[in-house]
Protein backbone atom coordinates (compact mmCIF):
# COMPACT_ATOMS: atom_id res chain seq x y z
CA UNK A 1 0.00 0.00 0.00
CA UNK A 2 1.68 3.02 -1.03
CA UNK A 3 2.22 5.67 2.09
CA UNK A 4 4.23 8.46 0.09
CA UNK A 5 2.75 9.38 -2.96
CA UNK A 6 4.03 11.90 -4.85
CA UNK A 7 1.85 13.98 -7.55
CA UNK A 8 4.10 15.70 -10.10
CA UNK A 9 1.32 18.56 -12.07
CA UNK A 10 1.88 21.11 -14.55
CA UNK A 11 0.76 24.35 -14.07
CA UNK A 12 -2.75 23.54 -15.16
CA UNK A 13 -6.19 22.94 -13.29
CA UNK A 14 -5.43 19.22 -13.03
CA UNK A 15 -7.73 17.01 -14.50
CA UNK A 16 -11.14 16.71 -11.49
CA UNK A 17 -11.27 12.83 -12.57
CA UNK A 18 -7.42 12.50 -11.74
CA UNK A 19 -7.61 14.74 -7.99
CA UNK A 20 -10.52 12.63 -7.31
CA UNK A 21 -8.63 9.24 -7.83
CA UNK A 22 -5.85 10.23 -6.36
CA UNK A 23 -7.73 11.93 -3.14
CA UNK A 24 -9.65 8.77 -2.82
CA UNK A 25 -6.25 6.43 -3.33
CA UNK A 26 -4.45 9.11 -0.14
CA UNK A 27 -7.35 8.50 1.89
CA UNK A 28 -8.03 4.98 1.69
CA UNK A 29 -4.53 4.41 2.35
CA UNK A 30 -3.74 6.89 4.93
CA UNK A 31 -1.06 8.17 2.72
CA UNK A 32 0.76 11.56 2.30
CA UNK A 33 0.56 13.02 -0.71
CA UNK A 34 3.13 15.76 -1.65
CA UNK A 35 2.20 17.84 -5.41
CA UNK A 36 5.35 19.10 -7.16
CA UNK A 37 5.47 21.26 -9.86
CA UNK A 38 8.94 21.38 -11.77
CA UNK A 39 9.35 24.80 -13.28
CA UNK A 40 12.34 25.82 -15.82
CA UNK A 41 15.54 27.48 -14.08
CA UNK A 42 15.06 31.35 -14.80
CA UNK A 43 17.28 33.65 -15.73
CA UNK A 44 17.75 37.48 -14.73
CA UNK A 45 14.66 39.94 -16.34
CA UNK A 46 16.04 42.27 -18.50
CA UNK A 47 13.81 45.50 -19.56
CA UNK A 48 14.09 47.16 -22.67
CA UNK A 49 17.10 49.14 -21.81
CA UNK A 50 19.48 46.43 -21.01
CA UNK A 51 18.97 46.99 -16.74
CA UNK A 52 18.55 44.16 -14.95
CA UNK A 53 15.06 44.07 -13.60
CA UNK A 54 15.36 40.83 -11.59
CA UNK A 55 18.11 38.27 -10.51
CA UNK A 56 17.67 34.63 -11.54
CA UNK A 57 17.55 33.81 -7.50
CA UNK A 58 14.69 37.01 -7.00
CA UNK A 59 13.10 35.45 -10.35
CA UNK A 60 13.64 32.11 -8.60
CA UNK A 61 11.90 33.59 -5.17
CA UNK A 62 8.87 35.11 -6.98
CA UNK A 63 7.98 31.94 -9.27
CA UNK A 64 8.32 29.46 -6.02
CA UNK A 65 6.06 31.95 -3.98
CA UNK A 66 3.33 31.90 -6.79
CA UNK A 67 3.74 28.64 -7.70
CA UNK A 68 3.45 27.13 -4.06
CA UNK A 69 -0.09 29.64 -3.64
CA UNK A 70 -1.32 27.76 -6.90
CA UNK A 71 -0.89 24.15 -5.47
CA UNK A 72 -2.52 25.50 -2.13
CA UNK A 73 -5.72 25.59 -4.70
CA UNK A 74 -4.94 21.77 -5.36
CA UNK A 75 -4.68 21.45 -1.95
CA UNK A 76 -8.27 22.40 -1.10
CA UNK A 77 -9.32 19.68 -4.20
CA UNK A 78 -7.64 16.80 -1.94
CA UNK A 79 -9.68 17.66 1.51
CA UNK A 80 -9.06 14.75 4.17
CA UNK A 81 -5.28 13.29 3.04
CA UNK A 82 -1.86 15.18 4.47
CA UNK A 83 -0.97 17.14 1.30
CA UNK A 84 2.54 18.86 0.75
CA UNK A 85 3.58 21.43 -1.92
CA UNK A 86 7.05 21.02 -3.40
CA UNK A 87 8.47 23.05 -6.32
CA UNK A 88 11.49 21.98 -8.21
CA UNK A 89 13.52 24.20 -10.80
CA UNK A 90 15.16 22.24 -13.84
CA UNK A 91 14.38 19.58 -16.34
CA UNK A 92 11.15 17.86 -15.16
CA UNK A 93 12.03 14.01 -15.94
CA UNK A 94 15.08 14.77 -13.70
CA UNK A 95 13.48 16.79 -10.93
CA UNK A 96 10.44 14.50 -10.75
CA UNK A 97 13.08 11.33 -10.32
CA UNK A 98 14.63 13.22 -8.00
CA UNK A 99 11.94 14.66 -5.50
CA UNK A 100 10.71 10.94 -5.74
CA UNK A 101 13.67 10.00 -4.03
CA UNK A 102 14.18 12.85 -1.92
CA UNK A 103 10.11 12.26 -0.40
CA UNK A 104 10.27 8.39 -0.25
CA UNK A 105 7.78 8.31 -2.83
CA UNK A 106 6.09 4.46 -2.67
CA UNK A 107 4.31 5.70 -5.80
CA UNK A 108 4.11 8.58 -8.32
CA UNK A 109 0.76 9.41 -9.94
CA UNK A 110 0.10 11.52 -13.26
CA UNK A 111 -2.26 12.32 -15.13
CA UNK A 112 -1.96 11.69 -19.10
CA UNK A 113 -4.18 13.02 -21.62
CA UNK A 114 -6.35 11.53 -24.38
CA UNK A 115 -3.55 11.58 -26.77
CA UNK A 116 -2.68 8.72 -29.61
CA UNK A 117 -0.57 6.28 -28.58
CA UNK A 118 2.60 6.95 -30.67
CA UNK A 119 2.70 10.46 -28.94
CA UNK A 120 3.27 9.66 -24.96
CA UNK A 121 6.37 7.57 -26.37
CA UNK A 122 8.77 10.36 -26.01
CA UNK A 123 6.70 12.61 -23.43
CA UNK A 124 7.43 13.27 -19.73
CA UNK A 125 4.92 11.06 -18.21
CA UNK A 126 6.51 8.25 -20.53
CA UNK A 127 9.58 9.25 -19.35
CA UNK A 128 9.08 8.78 -15.60
CA UNK A 129 7.44 5.48 -16.49
CA UNK A 130 10.64 3.78 -17.98
CA UNK A 131 13.25 5.36 -15.20
CA UNK A 132 11.31 5.31 -12.00
CA UNK A 133 12.13 2.50 -9.66
CA UNK A 134 8.77 2.78 -8.11
CA UNK A 135 5.40 2.26 -9.57
CA UNK A 136 4.23 4.92 -11.68
CA UNK A 137 0.14 5.42 -12.27
CA UNK A 138 -0.53 7.07 -15.25
CA UNK A 139 -3.88 7.94 -15.11
CA UNK A 140 -6.27 9.07 -17.96
CA UNK A 141 -7.89 12.47 -17.72
CA UNK A 142 -11.87 12.61 -18.75
CA UNK A 143 -12.71 12.86 -22.18
CA UNK A 144 -13.50 16.53 -21.58
CA UNK A 145 -10.59 17.55 -19.59
CA UNK A 146 -7.36 19.17 -19.88
CA UNK A 147 -3.94 19.94 -17.95
CA UNK A 148 -1.71 16.31 -18.24
CA UNK A 149 1.37 14.99 -19.10
Known sequence: MAKRILVPLRQTQPPDSFLAAVGDLARGAGATVRLLHVAPIPSNLVNDEGRVVAYSDQEMARLDAETRDWLETIVLALDGAPIEPAVRFGEPVEEILAEADAFGADLIAMPVGLRPR???????AAQ???????PVALLRAGRHEAGAY
Open 128 to 134: VYRRAEI
Open 118 to 124: FRFVGGI
